[in-house]
């Protein structure tokens, strides 16, 4: 069963379509209540591309980051937004604590009502 919160394997595509990549994902919400589509964000271990203010890197010293079923530290890319169909999601790996993906999504509320400058 799909649910906020869940890191998924997902085959994320490249923001000029010209391809895509299996990595984990965060699923962030289900985006219709009348489709099985998701707003998930891609997670990477590349934390230096982490913009700051907005994505967030997780640990293996946060106390979440076991139940995660990631391998390294990563950042949770809120810069990097896709909404996909649920049938894209190849499974679940694990997920994040309730906690964390309310900050996460206070982060990102907060990021689309500013200003761009």
Do not use: N
């Amino acid at each position: 069963m799909k649910r906020c919160g869940q890191v998924a394997l997902v085959s994320f595509p490249y923001t000029d379509f010209s391809g895509a990549k299996l990595r984990p994902a965060l699923m962030l919400r289900q985006a219709s209540a009348a489709f099985d589509d998701w707003l998930v964000c891609m997670v990477s271990s590349q934390i230096q591309h982490a913009e700051e203010g907005l994505d967030e890197v997780i640990t293996p010293s946060d106390a979440d980051f076991p139940a995660t079923g990631l391998k390294v530290s990563s950042v949770i890319r809120l810069s990097r937004l896709a909404v996909l169909d649920g049938k894209l999601l190849v499974g679940s790996i694990g997920a994040i604590s309730d906690e964390r993906l309310w900050r996460l999504r206070q982060r990102l509320a907060k990021w689309v009502g500013e200003a761009p400058g």
